[in-house]
């Protein structure tokens, strides 16, 4: 008997098929959150219980990071977009569903822009043309603006005009930074930057404190689900006001300023430098003066520690993707804080690093998933893990 095709419970994007970016989106949103939870407790289950998911009221342009691609089509014409799933064809969006809408207004009218200031789109074959990509970064709680225009050359022909032109259709914006990008990469900022105008980086506030962010720092892209998901952090790590706590993989020091309310001390340690320079600038802004952070390798400087015989007594971890490697978790099982908060947006690779976790002398409690990116696949977790012995 041949099997029925399931029929989708929502009418997607219009762009579904050719972009892929949202996988989940032909799921109800409820049908979403159940798939995600089976997931968590198949990946993790094992380990400890997993608390039933929290999910978003609207799950719809939460996202306050924006980047367009720009090139041209078989009829050169410009086009501005994302990348088709794993591969580098341009697919041409003017809105998206899950995106910030004032940031798609703004790639729309930089993309029409264009011709009028004869300026060209780049063509990654030829390695020709003006503007490669377009960040739009706005802070939700304050409404501030970033525009990253990333260059292939630092010569920008009509510059004044053109940005003249730009502020006047979107007074939102408040700074523009033009990024250069004269590699053949798939990365898409370059290291050369320079303010074009306003102050070169947007503030927001998450959790009750003032953070800034620059073109090259990490922040959550969902600032709802962030406060849930960074709140969840904190409660785990039963903070009593004279622990010492290390932030490992801090970016621009999120986690470990809203711990420091309830921390004796904090340490950050991350390997971007710039996302130190702006951790060091919030804790300033915030006048925080228990935390301290530093540009290193986290799994080398705990190694640090427990030469010197220093220790934390909570240890924050919230790895890329991939996971954390052997090193960071051997060097976090010698350091030996008696609680872990392993903050995970890959189950699959937080069951890997749990397994190590828990031979290493450590038990997971409870997990929390949270769902950052509705309509993708992607879930974000929260676990617990109290120090059994040495």
């Not at 993790?44 to 998911?53: A, D, L, S």
């Not at 978003?56 to 990348?83: E, H, L, T």
Request: with cysteine; proline share 4%.
């Amino acid at each position: 008997m041949k099997e029925q095709v399931k029929q989708p419970e929502r009418e997607p994007c219009p762009h579904a098929k050719k972009c892929g970016g949202c996988q989940l989106q032909n799921m109800s949103y409820e049908r979403q959150l159940e798939w995600k939870q089976a997931k968590v407790i198949n990946q993790i289950g094992r380990y400890c219980k997993v608390e039933k998911i929290i999910g978003m009221d609207n799950p719809y342009n939460y996202r306050n990071k924006v980047q367009a691609a720009f090139g041209r089509d078989g009829k050169g014409k410009i086009i501005s977009g994302v990348y088709q799933s794993s591969s580098h064809r341009i697919v041409s969006v003017d809105k998206c569903m899950i995106e910030d809408k004032t940031a798609d207004k703004i790639i729309v009218t930089i993309r029409k822009m264009l011709p009028e200031f004869k300026l060209t789109a780049y063509d990654e074959r030829t390695c020709q043309g003006f503007l490669r990509h377009v960040l739009v970064k706005r802070g939700f709680a304050t409404n501030e603006v970033m525009v990253v225009l990333v260059t292939s050359t630092p010569i920008f022909k009509n510059q004044k005009p053109f940005l003249k032109k730009l502020l006047e259709l979107h007074p939102e914006i408040t700074t523009v930074v033009l990024n250069v990008n004269d590699k053949f990469t798939s990365l898409v900022l370059g290291k050369q930057e320079k303010v074009l105008f306003g102050k070169g980086y947007i503030e927001d506030i998450c959790c009750g404190c003032r953070f800034r962010i620059s073109a090259k720092s990490f922040y959550q892209i969902n600032p709802v689900q962030t406060e849930k998901l960074y709140s969840t952090a904190v409660d785990y790590a039963h903070l009593s006001g004279s622990e010492t706590v290390l932030d490992a993989y801090c970016g621009i020091g999120t986690i470990g300023m809203v711990a420091s309310r309830k921390a004796g001390k904090v340490a950050g340690v991350e390997l971007n430098a710039d996302a130190v320079k702006d951790a060091i600038y919030n804790a300033k802004l915030n006048d925080i003066k228990n935390c301290w952070f530093t540009c290193a390798d986290a799994g080398q400087f705990m190694e640090r520690m427990a030469a010197e015989g220093e220790s934390a007594d909570v240890v924050f971890m919230d790895p890329p993707r991939a996971g954390s490697d052997n090193k960071f978790l051997g060097s976090l099982i010698h350091m030996g804080p008696k609680r872990v908060v392993y903050i995970s947006c890959n189950p699959e690779t937080l069951a890997r690093d749990l397994g190590v976790l828990t031979k290493g002398g450590y038990k997971a409690l409870r997990a929390q998933p949270v769902d950052m990116f509705p309509h993708t696949n992607h879930i974000e977790c929260v676990v617990e893990l109290i120090r059994q012995k040495q």
